[in-house]
């Protein structure tokens, strides 16, 4: 079992930066991969970024260029800058064994707001 721990969101005007932090209840030795989701009113979850335990690293197309996600055993970061109004969403951490499959391990969420 993994449990996910988030720190971090608020809002913030368009142009400004946040920083989300993530830490697992335990480190893990095995091959996996941490990322973050989010989930804006009425859309579904999408994937904003992913790292694996050897440094891959994935992110959507409109956060190319202003996001990075960082980590280590246990903690996973996203760091966001030149923030806009449609990144606005709940973010969500996930723990997962392989890239295929995003598994059953998230995190409570933690609201982003940006305003214009």
Known sequence: QVQLV?????????????????????SIFRDNVMGWYRQAPGKQREVVARI???????YLDSVKGRFTISRDRKTVALQMNTLKPE??????????????????????????????
Do not use: H, I
């Open 52 to 58: 694996s335990s050897g440094g891959r690293t994935t």
């Open 87 to 116: 990144d606005t969403a709940v973010y969500y951490c996930n723990f997962a064994w392989d890239w295929a499959d995003p598994g059953d391990y998230w995190g409570q969420g933690t609201q982003v707001t940006v305003s214009s």
């Open 6 to 26: 988030e720190s971090g969101g608020g809002s913030v005007q368009a142009g400004g930066s946040l920083r989300l932090s993530c830490a697992a209840s335990r």
